[in-house]
């Protein structure tokens, strides 16, 4: 099935830094969303792109998405402690509808 | 308010005896989807249903089963649980196409 990649799989910040993890896949898409998850609770949905865009910006998040190199990336400017958390991605492409995710990345923002 | 609700939240139980997790969406969507996660592991999935009496495999679905009578409902059935299905299940909906997924607060399911 198609998933994303997460990567780095952890990552510890200070606060008031930037956070960066990037997300791979394998076949062609036709959006790519983000989704964060506190400890032991439901994933949420930050933002979606879609393929044929290359950035968006919600807040203190921006998304960028490669397709030629078939990757995303999600910038969380001037973190915050309250933003630790895992952060995992979701592709949507083609016939495929399954709805997985991968392993994400566990962000700690120290205060 | 639009949101997913799983039953129960906690659940302690002994291996064997069949268990039912209920999942309920109120936003009418077609898609609804199982899985657990367990340390290091992610979120890997069990069943998905694109629709009504429509269900199909995810990447676990052993010790598994599940159906989709209702477009709200979507039940994880564990007929005999065992240890290895310790772990923590979400169930989550969306409707087809492009939209985000809604997810419900999880279900930590220990099997002794």
């Known amino acids: 099935s198609q998933q994303g990649e997460e990567d780095p799989q952890a990552l510890s910040i200070q606060e008031g830094e930037n956070a960066t993890m990037n997300c791979s896949y394998k076949?062609?898409?036709?959006?790519l969303q983000w989704y964060r998850q506190n400890s032991g609770r439901g994933l949420v949905h930050l933002i979606l792109?879609?393929?044929?865009?290359r950035e968006k910006h919600s807040g203190r998040l921006r998304v960028t998405l490669d397709t030629s190199k078939k990757s995303s990336s999600l910038l969380i400017t001037a973190s915050r402690a309250a933003d630790t958390a895992s952060y995992f991605c979701e592709l949507r492409g083609g016939s495929n509808y399954k709805l997985t995710f991968g392993k994400g990345t566990l962000l700690t923002v120290n205060p | 308010e639009a949101q997913v609700t799983q039953n129960p939240r906690y659940l302690i139980t002994v291996t064997g005896k069949k268990l039912t997790v209920t999942c309920s969406q109120n936003?009418?969507?077609?898609?609804m989807s199982w899985y657990r996660q367990d340390p290091g592991l992610g979120l890997r999935q069990i069943y998905y249903s694109m629709n009504v009496e429509v269900t199909d495999k995810g990447d676990v679905p052993e010790g598994y089963k599940v159906s989709r009578k209702e477009k709200r409902n979507f039940p994880l059935i564990l007929e005999s649980p065992s240890p290895n299905q310790t772990s923590l299940y979400f169930c989550a909906s969306s409707s087809q196409g492009l939209a985000e997924a809604f997810f419900g607060q999880g279900t930590r399911l220990t099997v002794v």
């Open positions: 792109i879609r393929s044929n865009e």
């Open positions: 936003m009418n969507h077609e898609y």
């Open positions: 076949t062609s898409i036709n959006n």
